[in-house]
Structures are given as structure tokens and as C-alpha cells.
């Protein structure tokens, strides 16, 4: 077959494009990872200590080094990565008003084989954490506030400005958002969900026939567990407390258990979030579920006071009623997770025969257990103590028999505890929120009233 | 080329429509037409076929009858379109028109699309009929490979499909480009020596040429015969296309070509193999594309948009309708290549 003019053209042009396409691949992968996000931004200022470190990169990651990221200061954590993003979790909080510059390795590796093509690095300014409570507006209904608190000045701002009154309040890991519950006429409640600075206030879940509330955030932040009781019809008294799943970006919410006779309520969520604590009416007792695997176990349990889960996520505290025949104390349990066994914590004062110790709060280290206490069968206020985790060095921080404490928190560097106060002497009195040093007990007010107080980190 | 008769009698007529397709082609359009209807039958009863031969047999024929069916209207239009161009426009205005010079004429032919918006079906006839008017080789060149992506149809199914963005952006600019280069190439091309003698000549509706008919509704008339002998002669070409399609994709199923390629390159190759194979009609490949989106880069995904519509198993079968068999093979060699240049590079350099 002979070539015109023609063919000889198009094989030549074919002969050239092939060999610039040899060429380019060849040349080889020009390409780098791309960074697409970064949370904090860089230079961003009062970014919680919690925060999460969040890197987006251009394409999914595939394997990445536990030291791919590192903080200076140095800060202990875990790197994931999950589908583009790689995430650093601070094993324990930043330190308030400080500087942390991050560096992210370059050796990271993406889906497709590239790599960053120098190391990735800024830095960020914690704020001071701020306090979150509930307090009531001028027109009597509860709302979320938030306390700044520097030095002996307390500043005050409602946070919420709803018609209806906040139930309770869940903040998110990072401390970034917060999801409450608001309750509505005729019993039924409904979860919002609002940015720590006040932004983007929305309806989560919407629950026209039940009340929906006792929020607990997953640590990814995406996901929450929550208490939900069937209201047939409004004002009705509602129904029995089940368990559900709520996915805060899709608004989709199904039982936590196939199972509908399963009841539950105050869902605690280990630090991890490899595990779920609830109480069980039916069981009588602390349900233990492995929300990795579905394994379980079963605490009992008398009180049906939530369980506090210990930072680390390997040990919760319990408060446990035991009775004899002449006596009955609340004492204080710690149940390790690995061994299963029980540890009684609580210690009868010198000349006392039983104990009455309640609402623990672990400390930010899981060294130390802030609690209230007060004297069996005598008509006090209940006072706030902290005790090392095995029970040793009980030391009363309070001591104030007309006042009664409770819901203690500790701040996210340990010194303080925050709590909400009530005078047992006052007529009318109202539900205080204080917060106490414990290196030397001064005490500073908060707010007045207030209920509920936590650190927004 | 052609010449304007003064009258037509039914005799002129009749020998005309034989002449435009001719006993043998007749015979083998019956026979496909016969496979047709069968295949029909059994895609609508599927107990036709014995029970072993069912499961094969039956993709095979749902993929063929998917193909097909597709692609049937957009013919029956491009085939109107044809006999619409053959009664009412003369090679005279069309002369008028397009440009002489090289790169003018290529630039124009692959933005002809929006005048004559037809997917890779129905452009086929088109071109043909506009070769038959004169239209110069590189402008019908570009029209034939541009025409499928660039029309309006295609615009505001990739947008809807994708949205503004590199995808949208990319397949109308490359899709232009490239068939704009190979206008170009073809330039240099002697009519008589890529298209077929009857096209070339067009020679069979010589009768019909503007300004034969007498009234408007003859004149309709005239043009709907000549769509139909047009869709006759080139949906042989569609059916043997759709059958070797349905084939390929009945025995190298889809995802085993998706598996293929997960590289910057292996995936243009593997998106490329798969357009050709699945022939989707460029209006609604866009919705297709969007499945891969999790799984492909955004290059590879433009080699599947911009490479399937030029060519395609039953396009490139139809295109022996029109060009000789020389001038096929690198009606698809040159598109591929470019596409697979285009998109290479960004796979390796651009990322996105």
C-alpha cells in the first residue's frame, strides 16, 4: 500500500504526539500533596485548648508516621488520618494564653504516592478557657451564658437567646460547638447546636413527639449520642429513655440498640470513644457497651448516677450505695476496664462508721478525684474534697455546712475547680456558680445565678 | 457536484430513492433489521432464549438494546437535519460562509455544534450531507469530532453533572482544541482522497437540490425521504456498532476496566478503553462520569468526557459510512493521542 502526501503527515503528527506523550510520562509525577485546609488557621489567636489539629490535604492519605506531627511546645497526642484529613488529638490540653507552633512531616504519603513538598508549618494562640453555664434572662427563661475570667474581673454574656428554656448542654471535644437541648411546651425538647462564639445557631434535631436531650459528643466530633423519650401527646409525662444515634452532619438519627426494649439514660462516652456508659433501669446497673466491637458488660448499681469516665478512658467511677442491716453508706467505686475489678474509694472520717460520697469529677491528669461529701444522716450541705485516684489524701476544700455543692469540674489545667453552690440557710435562695483554687482556696463567684457550670476549653 | 434537475416525475423519483441505497445494502439493512426486532423480542421476553444461554445472552442483549435505543432518536434527528441541509441550503450560501483559509475553517468547524446541535449519532449523517454541499474536509472534520460536546445539550448537562469547574471548563476548551488540531491536520487532505466516493459526489439526491421543489410542503416532504434514506443507510452502521459494543461490555464488564487503571496514567487509558466501549451519547455521559468522580482523578475523568464522544465503537462504525477505512483509523488514533497528551499532563503536572 503506498503513502500519499496525506498519510505520511498524520503518521508524523501521530509519531510526535506519541513521543510527547512518552515525554511527559517520562518527566514523571510533577505533582505534590496540597494542603486545602488547616484548623486552627495559622496566627489564629483563643483557639480552645482542646483544639484539634486538622490538616486537609489534596488527596486521601494512606499510611502516616506517629510523629508525622509535633507540636513546640511538645504536646503528647495521636495522629489519624481519615480520608484526607490528617488529625492530631492532644493526649492532654494545651496550655491556656500559650503560642504552639505545629510542624507536619513532609514524608506523609498520599493515596496516588505524593508527598508535601517541604515540611508544613505554623502556629496558633490558646485563649484563656471560658465557663459555660445555664442561667435564666429577663424573662425567666434558661440560656446558655458564657464567663470570661481574668484574674478577679468576671465578664457575663448570654450565649442563647431562645424562647424556650435550655435543658442541658454537650461540648464538643475541641470545644468549637456546643449542642443543648431546649424544651418546648407540652414536654418535648429539641437539640440545637451553636458555635462557641455565638454563630450559627441551629436546629440539630428536631423531636415534635419526644424529648430529646442528655447530648454526649463523639470524640471525631460527627457524631452524638442522646437520651430520647416518646411524648404520645403533649403534656403527656414522657415515655421510657432510650439511646440514639444523631449524625450532626446529615441530621440522621437511629436507636443506638436494634433492640427496642433496651432502655437507657445519661449516656457517658469514654475519652477515646471506644466506649458508652448508661444507666439501666432494667438491669438495675451501669451498662458498659464497646461501641467498636458491641461487647459489653454490666456494672450494678443502685444509685442510676451516671458514670464518670477517667481521661485516660481505662478506669470509671461509680457511686454505689451499700447497705447492711444497720447501716448504709454512698461510696465512691472505681471499676477497671481491663481487669473488670472494683475498687471501693471512699473512707469512713476518723470516728464515722459509713460514708456519703457523691458527683465525682476526675481530673484533667487522672490523678486526682474532686467529689462531694457530706456526714451520713446529718442535715448539712454537701462539701467538695479531692482525693488521689487509688483513694488516698482525701482533703476537704470546702467547709461550709449551710452551703451544698455540686457538679464540680476541673479546669483544664488542673488548679481549679469550678462548681455550682446553694445555700441551704436562705429562703429564696438561688443556685450560685463559683470557682475555688485549690492551692489556696480562694474562692471567686462566677455567677448568679447559674447552674450547671463547665469549662469551655 | 450536484446538479438542479427541472422536474422530477415519480419514475425519477423512485429510481432516485433505489439509487441512494443501494439492493445489497437493502438486503444486509433487512437482515440487521431482522436482528433487531429480534433481539427486541427477547429483550421483552426473556423466556425465548434457552435457560443456559440466559444469563450471558440477556446482558448481552439489555446492554445492546440500551445502546441502541439511546441512540436511535438522536440518528433519526441528525438523519432530519441531513435532509433538511440537502433540500433547503445551497452549497452556494455555504460557500458564502465558511471560511477558506485553513485555520478560520478549522476554528469554525468545531464550534458548528451550536448551529447544528447533534450528539455523535446524529452528526454523522450531518457532515455527510454537508460534504455533499461542498463543505470543506478540515471544517467537517472539526464539526464531526467537536459537534457532540459542543452544542447546548451537552453544555448544560456537564454543568448540571458537574457544576462550574475544571471538568465543564476543560471538556469544552479541549474538546474545541482538539478537534480543532485535527481540522487542521486534515487540511491537507485531498477530499477524494479521505471521504467515500458517494458522499464526495453526492450524487443521490441530486434531484431534491434547492429550489427543485415546487411548494413548501413538497419541499418538506422531499427532506423528511431523504432523512429516512439517510437513517436507513446509517443505522446499519449503528446496530453493527451497539452489537460490537454490547459484546465487548458483556464479556469485559465494566468494572474490570475501571480496575485496570488506578495510576495517572493507566487511569486515562482505562477511562478512555471504557468511552469507547460503553458508546454512551455525549447528553448524558456527564452523569456517568460523576459516578467516578471518588475514584479518578479530574484529568482522567476529562479523557472519558472528551475522548467518548469524538469515538466510540459505534461512531467509529459509522464513520465508514462517510470516510475510507484509512481515514477512520485515524479519525481515532488522533483524538485518542491528543486526549491522552491533554490529559496525561495534567494527571502528572497540573493535579486537578
Known amino acids: 500500500m503506498s503513502l500519499t502526501r496525506f498519510d ?142 481574668d484574674g478577679d474581673t468576671v465578664t457575663t454574656t448570654p450565649l442563647t437567646q431562645t424562647d424556650a428554656d435550655v435543658l442541658d448542654f454537650a461540648i464538643k471535644p475541641d470545644g468549637s460547638q456546643i449542642a443543648y437541648a431546649i424544651l418546648r411546651e407540652g414536654g418535648a425538647a429539641d437539640l440545637w447546636l451553636i458555635d462557641s462564639d455565638g454563630s450559627n445557631n441551629r436546629q440539630l434535631l428536631a423531636c415534635p413527639d419526644a424529648a430529646c436531650s442528655q447530648a454526649q459528643w463523639l470524640p471525631d466530633g460527627r457524631r452524638l449520642i442522646y437520651e430520647r423519650r416518646n411524648i404520645p401527646t403533649p403534656g403527656a409525662p414522657p415515655g421510657n429513655p432510650r439511646l440514639w444515634w444523631l449524625d450532626v452532619t446529615s441530621g440522621e438519627t437511629v436507636p443506638l440498640f436494634q433492640n427496642s426494649q433496651m432502655l437507657g439514660l445519661y449516656p457517658r462516652i469514654s475519652t477515646n470513644g471506644q ?166 482556696g480562694q474562692r471567686t463567684e462566677i455567677a448568679s445565678p447559674g447552674t450547671l457550670p463547665a469549662w469551655l476549653p | ?132 454541499k461542498g463543505l470543506p474536509v478540515s471544517v467537517g472534520i472539526a464539526f464531526l469530532l467537536s459537534a457532540p460536546v459542543i452544542n447546548p445539550v451537552v453544555l448544560v448537562s456537564t454543568y448540571v453533572a458537574f457544576g462550574w469547574g475544571p471538568v465543564l471548563i476543560g471538556r469544552f476548551v479541549f474538546s474545541i482544541l482538539i478537534a480543532f488540531t485535527v481540522g487542521l491536520i486534515f487540511q491537507f487532505a485531498p477530499p477524494d482522497e479521505i ?35 439517510d437513517f436507513i443507510d446509517m443505522v446499519r452502521y449503528l446496530i453493527i456498532g451497539s452489537i460490537l459494543a454490547a459484546t465487548m461490555q458483556t464479556f469485559v464488564p465494566q468494572s474490570t476496566l475501571i480496575s485496570f487503571g488506578s495510576g495517572p496514567v493507566t487511569s486515562v487509558v482505562a477511562m478512555m478503553v471504557l468511552a469507547f466501549v460503553l458508546s454512551i451519547c455525549s447528553t448524558v455521559d456527564a452523569f456517568l462520569a460523576l459516578s467516578f468522580v471518588n475514584s479518578f482523578t479530574t484529568g482522567s475523568i476529562l479523557s472519558f468526557l472528551v475522548f467518548g464522544p469524538m469515538v466510540d465503537i459505534k461512531s467509529a462504525l459509522m464513520f465508514l459510512g462517510v470516510f475510507r477505512r484509512r481515514v477512520v483509523l485515524y479519525l481515532i488514533l488522533l483524538p485518542l493521542l491528543l486526549t491522552m497528551l491533554i490529559t496525561v499532563f495534567i494527571n502528572l503536572n497540573l493535579g486537578w
Open chain 1, 8 to 149: 505520511r503527515i498524520v503518521i508524523s503528527v501521530l509519531t510526535v504526539l506519541a513521543l510527547l506523550i512518552t515525554a511527559v510520562i517520562l518527566y514523571g509525577d510533577q505533582l505534590a500533596l496540597e494542603v486545602v485546609d488547616i484548623v486552627p488557621a495559622p496566627e489564629a489567636d483563643q483557639i480552645s485548648t482542646r483544639a484539634t489539629i486538622q490538616v486537609t490535604l489534596s488527596e486521601a492519605l494512606v499510611d502516616v508516621p506517629e510523629t508525622a506531627v509535633t507540636l513546640d511546645p511538645p504536646i503528647p497526642g495521636t495522629v489519624s488520618i481519615q480520608g484526607t484529613q490528617l488529625i492530631f488529638r492532644p493526649d492532654v490540653p494545651l496550655a491556656a494564653n500559650s503560642s504552639y507552633r505545629v510542624t507536619v512531616a513532609a514524608n506523609i504519603v498520599g493515596e496516588n504516592g505524593h508527598q508535601l513538598e517541604e515540611p508544613l508549618s505554623w502556629q496558633f494562640q490558646t485563649g484563656q478557657p471560658r465557663i459555660l453555664y445555664i442561667s435564666w434572662d429577663d424573662e425567666a427563661a434558661d440560656q446558655l451564658y458564657l464567663a470570661n475570667v
Open chain 1, 275 to 440: 466506649w458508652l456508659s448508661f444507666v439501666s433501669p432494667i438491669d438495675q446497673g451501669i451498662q458498659l457497651y464497646n461501641l467498636e466491637d458491641g461487647t459489653g458488660m454490666l456494672i450494678p448499681n443502685q444509685m442510676g448516677s451516671p458514670a464518670v469516665w477517667r481521661p485516660q478512658s481505662d478506669r470509671l467511677l461509680i457511686t454505689n450505695i451499700n447497705t447492711s442491716s444497720t447501716n448504709w453508706s454512698v461510696e465512691l467505686t472505681s471499676v477497671d476496664l481491663a481487669s473488670e475489678g472494683v475498687t471501693v474509694l471512699s473512707q469512713p472520717m476518723p470516728g464515722e462508721d459509713s460514708v456519703d460520697d457523691s458527683a465525682p469529677a476526675w481530673s484533667p491528669d487522672g490523678e486526682w478525684i474532686a467529689y462531694g461529701r457530706k456526714l451520713p444522716r446529718t442535715p448539712m450541705g454537701r462539701q467538695i474534697w479531692v482525693m488521689r485516684a487509688d483513694g488516698s489524701e482525701a482533703l476537704a476544700i470546702t467547709n461550709d455546712p449551710q452551703i451544698h455543692h455540686g457538679e464540680i469540674a476541673w479546669s483544664p489545667d488542673g488548679r481549679f475547680l469550678l462548681y455550682q453552690q446553694y445555700n441551704l440557710e436562705e429562703l429564696y435562695a438561688k443556685p450560685t456558680v463559683w470557682l475555688v483554687e485549690i492551692a489556696t
Open chain 2, 195 to 229: 471521504v467515500l466516493p458517494q458522499t464526495d459526489e453526492g450524487h443521490e439526491h441530486d434531484h431534491f437540490a434547492m429550489g427543485a421543489g415546487n411548494g413548501r410542503s413538497q419541499r418538506f416532504w422531499q427532506a423528511f425521504t431523504i432523512a429516512g434514506d
Open chain 2, 1 to 132: 457536484m450536484a446538479q438542479v434537475k427541472e422536474k422530477h416525475s415519480p419514475e425519477v423519483e423512485k429510481v432516485g430513492r433505489e439509487t441512494a441505497v443501494s439492493n445489497p445494502a437493502r438486503n444486509f439493512g433487512r437482515i440487521l433489521g431482522a436482528i433487531v426486532i429480534l433481539l427486541l423480542l427477547i429483550g421483552i421476553f426473556p423466556n425465548l432464549i434457552p435457560s443456559g444461554l440466559n444469563e450471558k445472552f440477556q446482558t448481552f442483549v439489555t446492554i445492546f438494546l440500551g445502546i441502541f435505543i439511546e441512540a436511535v432518536p438522536f440518528l433519526l434527528a441528525g438523519s432530519l437535519v441531513s435532509g433538511l441541509i440537502e433540500v433547503f441550503v445551497d452549497k452556494a450560501s455555504l460557500a458564502r460562509y465558511v471560511p477558506k483559509r485553513a485555520v478560520p475553517a478549522a476554528f469554525v468547524g468545531s464550534l458548528l455544534g451550536f448551529a447544528f446541535p447533534v450528539c455523535e449519532c446524529g452528526v454523522v449523517p450531518v457532515t455527510r450531507r454537508l460534504y455533499q
